[in-house]
């Protein structure tokens, strides 16, 4: 058997309906499906749904940009935006908007209905064929575009997130980039095969990104590392020399008083003093002349050197001290460069500490020397002249590299803006190439998916267009106006009336002439039934395979036709795929309900009894209609009378609630008051003179308190059918109140025992 709809999954903006979403309970449809509702309840706007599909279009009374979705049982979904097509061939739906497009009252005439004839089998094979074909290529469509639809999903996505996380990276301001622009880099660079960044560069591209003010030059590190080796090596020289044996016992015996004695003597021959100032004796010509002899001129330049030699040395020393003020913060350096000159920085003062270590060690053996020069200085703590070479080739390379990192950085600092530009691309780059790879598979794969879509809906056009041109040879639509005759005559019970063919359709004769003026109401209604059940199988169609959608077929119609029109249209339909029978009329409603009761309380129910209850809900100022199971007090009995009864009890049980159905009370209370009073009073005319009469037989009654319910008879003086319910009341909340207060007190007192009964079956 072919799939059914089970379920209306989602619906958003249809009219009256309040949305729906996929979350929401099914609806749980069957094979036959009565769905009630008074007038104004939106039946009419779910038979232009099902009309939608019927046409593969949104039908013009539909309202714009409405969307729903149904579901059916072999896990297809149809509706619109999304999926419109395929079940064109099985949905047929009778409602108003189908009786307009193909029954002209006023001129006569109905378009034609065409048949298959029986000569022509050969021709209907290949036709049943065809169609075969298109159901499968319309599933298999219907299969690839829900793929196509996901992997687009899935892609978008992908190039969304993608988007987000470069863009989070990018710190663009006021600017955006999202997935259009990752689309347009990737199409841009992937034939260059773009390689990512490193964890640190990308983090340095971005804090150049991050950066607000342009960078500021730094100046080169200037210093001479080939002077420390060359002084080095001086300096160790000028230690390792030695005065010439000086002609002092006392020096030769005492080598550190050697510069006291030298400057003792200086002082001494400088002031012509006779005598020591240290010992009182007298200075003897023989001594003078042999400290003059021991402190000659080349004492004299030996002692400069040393003093000469210290202070080159402490030279370099400075400028050692100065080399490693004047490094440059790490920080200080543009984000690319931070990295490796961090390492150059911490060389740098590695071997600047090294070299000065070196010339401390080399300082404390010259001024030792400086103070003791006869006395031969200790090397044995001086690095080795090879060492201290080494370090100085260090300390030159450290410098240089240091030197490359601030000119790498000088050139950033020159044109900011170009560099941060450059770190965008970079960064871009670095994102395009982490997800090439899985940006061209979904590529592909919805290229793949979108040619599939596209290959069975180009196959599906040509199995259409070849379907159609079979059904061309085949038409007849002379045979369904036998059809329908037979139809209107069993209908009317008499063959005054009939459809003619003509070559555009058909016209409407009455006693073998064609018809002036209008038929009337009933004739509409035979003729239209008619029309529609003969078009039932036409064009070669299977009335098992299809879904029929009947909308209120029996207005205006009196009790005798409203019967046979449903039975004839419960027995020609009840071979259908799947029926929907949309009405608001309760003698219809009774009359299907019966038919299929039993089909709905079964264990594999095959019916559903729906009804579609109108709202306003808390807060609103206008209506709701949603579709539900349909209340027992509707389906268990043939009168309205319970149902609207549970409302007026409901309402008065709590009478500070909200009430959902409050706008349509005051018309229940009358609908629910004349029924009662036509059992009470029967033969009286009037709810006025009903009261009245009631307050004669039951003087017990309060005839002030009934004042409440003649405010009906003036307001509600129209509610003598369902089709009323819907429109809102004049009556004020605290009018309608009293008058069910009234209305309960009258009960009670008129028939206690049958409003007791009400309320514990409303219960």
């Not at 599909?53 to 149904?70: I, K």
């Not at 002209?104 to 169609?131: C, H, K, S, Y």
């Not at 989070?168 to 773009?194: F, I, Q, T, V």
């Not at 063959?495 to 209008?518: A, C, N, W």
Request: charged fraction near 25%.
């Amino acid at each position: 058997m072919a799939a059914i709809i089970t379920n209306l999954r989602s619906m958003q903006g249809v009219g009256i309906f309040a949305n729906r979403s996929a979350g929401m309970p099914s609806l749980d449809f069957h094979r036959y499906n009565l769905v009630y509702g008074f007038n104004g309840s939106g039946k009419t706007t779910l038979s232009r749904l099902f009309a939608s599909l019927e046409a593969g279009t949104l039908q013009e009374h539909m309202p714009e940009n409405c969307s729903f979705e149904l579901a059916l049982d072999d896990g297809e979904r149809y509706g619109f935006p999304s999926n419109p097509n395929g079940l064109e061939q099985r949905l047929l739906v009778f409602n108003s908007d189908y009786v307009d497009n193909n029954i002209q009252w006023r001129t006569g005439r109905a378009n034609p209905v065409f048949l298959i004839g029986a000569d022509q089998a050969e021709a209907a094979a290949e036709l049943g064929v065809i169609e075969r074909q298109i159901s499968e290529k319309n599933t298999a469509k219907s299969a690839a575009q829900l793929n196509a639809k996901a992997t687009e999903k899935a892609f978008s996505q992908f190039k969304r997130d993608r988007a987000k996380m470069t863009a989070s990276r990018l710190h663009l301001g006021n600017r955006k980039y999202e997935a259009p622009a990752l689309a347009k880099d990737y199409e841009s660079w992937k034939s260059e095969n773009p390689t990512e960044l490193t964890d640190d560069e990308l983090m340095a591209a971005e804090e150049s990104l991050r950066a607000r003010e342009a960078l500021l030059e730094l100046k080169p590190l200037e210093f001479d590392a080939k002077s420390i080796e060359t002084a080095y090596q001086f300096i160790s020289d000028m230690c390792s020399q030695s005065l010439a044996k000086v002609a002092l016992e006392e020096v030769e015996k005492f080598p550190d008083m050697l510069l006291w004695l030298k400057h003792g003597h200086q002082f001494h021959e400088v002031n012509d003093l006779e005598n020591c100032l240290f010992c009182g004796n007298e200075i003897s010509e023989e001594r003078k002349a042999l400290l003059s002899s021991a402190f000659d001129s080349k004492f004299d330049e030996f002692v400069g050197k040393l003093a000469k030699t210290s202070d080159r040395l402490q030279g370099v020393r400075e400028r050692l001290q100065n080399l490693e003020e004047n490094v440059p913060e790490t920080v200080s350096l543009a984000p690319e460069v931070r990295h490796t000159f961090k390492e150059t920085r911490d060389a740098l003062f590695q071997e600047i500490h090294k070299v000065r270590t070196y010339l401390d060690s080399l300082n404390k053996v010259l001024a030792q020397k400086q103070k003791s020069p006869a006395t031969p200085s200790d090397m044995t703590a001086v690095a080795l002249h090879a060492d201290v070479e080494m370090s100085a080739k260090r300390l030159a390379k450290a410098i240089s590299d240091a030197n490359t990192a601030i000119a790498a950085h000088n050139s950033i600092a020159g044109d900011f803006q170009q560099h941060k530009e450059k770190s965008e691309f970079a960064i871009r780059k670095h994102f395009i190439a982490g997800c090439s790879q899985e940006y061209e598979v979904l590529s592909k794969e919805l290229e793949e998916a979108q040619l599939n879509a596209a290959v069975l809906t180009g196959d599906l056009e040509k199995l259409n267009a070849s379907a159609d041109q079979v059904r061309q040879k085949i038409k007849e639509h002379g045979p369904a106006a036998e059809v329908i005759n037979k139809l209107i005559a069993s209908y009317l019970g008499h063959d005054e009336l009939k459809v003619h063919p003509v070559e555009t359709g058909y016209q409407f004769h009455r006693h073998g002439k064609s018809i002036r003026g209008m038929p009337s109401e009933g004739e509409k209604t035979a003729i239209a039934i008619s029309y529609f059940l003969s078009s039932i199988e036409s064009e070669g169609r299977n009335i098992r395979d299809l879904i029929v959608v009947v909308d209120d077929p029996v207005s205006s119609l009196d009790s005798k036709a409203l019967n046979y029109a449903c039975t004839l249209i419960l027995r020609y339909l009840k071979d259908a795929g799947q029926l929907f029978l949309l009405t608001h009329n309760l003698q219809c409603m009774n009359e299907v309900r019966k038919a299929w009761k039993g089909r709905a309380i079964s264990d594999n129910p095959t019916a559903s009894l729906m009804f579609i209850d109108v709202t306003v809900p808390a807060g609103e100022s206008r209506r709701y209609s949603s579709i539900g199971q349909m209340s027992r007090l509707l389906r268990e009995y043939d009168s309205e009378y319970h149902f609207l009864f549970s409302h007026i009890l409901k309402f008065t049980d709590d009478s500070d609630a909200y009430d959902d159905h409050g706008y349509m009370l005051p018309n229940v209370l009358r609908r629910v008051l004349d029924v009662f009073m036509a059992f009470k009073a029967p033969g009286i005319v009037g709810l006025k003179q009903q009261i009245e009469y009631v307050c004669r037989e039951y003087p017990d009654l309060d005839r002030d308190r009934l004042l409440a319910l003649e405010r009906l008879s003036q307001v509600e003086s129209h509610s003598d059918n369902l089709d009323d319910l819907l429109t809102f009341s004049s009556m004020t909340l605290e009018e309608t109140r009293n008058a069910a207060h009234a209305l309960f007190e009258m009960m009670e007192k008129v028939d206690g025992r049958h409003l007791a009964r009400l309320k514990r079956l409303c219960r």
